[in-house]
């Protein structure tokens, strides 16, 4: 019997297991992961600052606007008008600031020196009305023409590229001196007025403002005086752009559309060139 058992045993195999000792020293847990995250997000504001200090002014003076103020609109925010370049908001209360770069953009003109004290910008009621008041030569358009002259052209360039990057709608208008106009009798003071103003427009657009962006092109004739006391002051000639404020936010655009006015319809059909009379 004892030697069946043993005979048993010497038949059953050997099981050996051999357990590997060392290794790492367990797991790191996830420490790497938060350093990680810490260094893309250091790089993310390395290229956020980098990007605002090549913007524009205007966008960042917009971002500040909103970072001093993230629960509600700034002074300066930006628009729902995608596609603008830098487009700016120009609320009524920052209408200054944009007079002040107007301003300074068109130190720029050349001969600006003898134009500025033609060129008059206030703030009024419907927006920043810019002027550009005649002499008696003819400083900005030619004398009873609706043609500019060279320094009128290049100051209404330099106006277009200023204010074509603004969301803003823009009215132009044009006004006479109460003398007649002489020479053909199916052209007047109303054509006059009205052609400068169209001419503006499209040497304007021409140059930087959008298509849509003139709401409005009129010709007063001389029923809106600069100087009533003296109706035949040279002044009283005048083209004026006005950059409208834009409508609050949520109000509704309404029918600011209808009735608009064009050069086109108040021009006589058989307009004559050359026509004479100092205008």
């Known amino acids: 019997m004892a030697e069946k058992t043993e005979e048993a045993a010497k038949a059953r195999p050997v099981i050996v297991i051999r357990r590997k000792g060392g290794g790492h020293g367990g797991h790191h847990g996830g420490a790497w992961k938060v ?3 810490d260094f893309v997000t250091a790089l993310m504001a390395l290229f956020i600052v980098l990007w605002l200090m090549s913007a524009d002014k205007e ?17 300066q925010t930006g628009t729902a008008a995608a596609g603008l ?25 050349p001969n600006f020196r003898n134009l500025k004290d033609h060129v008059e910008i ?21 004398s009873g023409k609706p043609v500019p002259t060279e320094s009128g052209s290049q100051l209404l360039g330099t106006l277009a590229v200023e204010l074509g990057k603004l969301p803003n709608s823009l009215m ?26 169209n001419s503006a427009r499209k040497i304007m657009q021409a140059q930087g403002l959008r ?6 092109v009129r010709g007063f004739a001389e ?26 936010p949520g109000a509704g655009k309404g029918d600011a559309g209808e009735g608009n006015k064009t050069a086109g319809q108040s021009q006589a059909a058989g307009q004559a060139k050359g026509h004479k009379g100092a205008r």
Do not use: C
Request: hydrophobic share 35%; aromatic share 8%.
């Open 35 to 37: 350093a990680y995250a």
């Open 59 to 75: 966008v960042q003076q917009a971002i500040s606007a909103y970072f001093n103020n993230p629960t509600g609109p700034g002074k």
């Open 85 to 109: 370049g830098n487009a700016i908001e120009v609320p009524k209360e920052d209408m200054a600031k944009l007079r002040e770069k107007i301003q300074e953009a068109l130190k720029t003109v």
């Open 122 to 142: 206030t703030i009024t009621s419907d927006g920043l009305r810019i002027e550009l008041l005649e002499t008696e030569a003819g400083m900005f358009f030619e």
């Open 172 to 197: 132009i208008e044009g006004h006479t001196d109460s003398k007649p106009y002489s020479g053909d009798a199916a052209y007047s003071n109303w054509e006059l007025s009205a052609d400068r103003a």
């Open 211 to 216: 298509l849509e962006q003139v709401a409005q």
């Open 223 to 248: 029923r809106q005086l600069r100087h009533p006391e003296d109706p035949t002051n040279a002044s009283n000639r005048r083209v004026s752009v006005i950059v409208e404020y834009l409508p609050a």
